[in-house]
């Protein structure tokens, strides 16, 4: 590790370096929030650093996308955030881009499958923000995304982010970068909803009759009683 990471590390305990210098590539980082670290429901109220999220095994969508850009900075990548702003019928979602020779791909947290991982296929980062707008939908099945960020360089920000007990000052930092309309000349009102099923399938955990032997449903009151999730519940 060169110098000056290891002067912003140096709070970090050997177990949780440890688990830094495994998540060398964006796949890992991605298995780990996938795999190993628990959905943050509780502490919404504050932003957990990224040595809080390591310490607490839990993380809700800007703790993950900090934590993938933790691990960016430890391996020499850029750490990146971007956040993706939803209309006022849902919340924002937070990813770490990375570049690859490839393109642009993304590391994320969330509840929904179809928020999480990008390969980096993406030419360009308003690509990346836009192949999010098919599955941004809140419980009544809208399509939501309204908007995405520039990238905020959390490189720049003081080292605290990655260990402070309450980094919310990240999120206010994030959301004052200039964003950009994702939806071209499409009128986001006039979009179809999402289909109810990917709706049901993208639901970490959700359970009933096997998907492929059902039919889309409209939405509807049924529908509409699923909890949704979104924004640091993403």
Not at 84 to 99: E, G, K, M, S, W
Not at 193 to 214: I, M, Y
């Amino acid at each position: 590790m060169k110098a000056r990471n290891a002067r912003l590390f140096s709070r970090f305990p050997d177990r949780h370096l440890g688990v830094l210098k495994r998540l060398d590539s964006p796949a890992r980082v991605q298995d780990f929030l996938d795999y190993e670290i628990g959905y943050n429901h509780d502490r919404t109220e504050i932003c957990l650093s990224p040595l809080g999220v390591l310490r607490e095994g839990r993380a809700h969508c800007i703790e993950g996308a900090m934590l993938a850009a933790a691990a960016f900075l430890f391996h020499g990548r850029p750490p990146l955030l971007l956040d993706l702003r939803a209309d006022t019928d849902d919340d924002d979602h937070v990813i770490a881009p990375f570049r690859e020779k490839s393109g642009w791909g993304a590391v994320a947290q969330s509840n929904f499958c179809g928020l999480r991982f990008r390969e980096p296929i993406y030419r360009s980062l308003s690509e990346l923000a836009r192949s999010y707008f098919e599955f941004y939908y809140n419980a009544s099945g809208k399509k939501t995304l309204r908007e995405f960020s520039a990238v905020l360089d959390a490189g720049g920000l003081p080292p605290e982010w990655l260990y402070a007990p309450d980094a919310s000052f990240v999120g206010v930092l994030l959301d004052g970068v200039r964003h950009y309309g994702v939806a071209g000349g499409l009128r986001p009102d006039r979009s179809r909803k999402a289909d109810s099923l990917l709706f049901e399938a993208e639901l970490r955990g959700a359970g009933g009759s096997p998907l492929t032997l059902r039919r889309p449903l409209p939405y509807g009151p049924r529908l509409k009683a699923v909890p949704r999730a979104r924004g640091q519940n993403v």
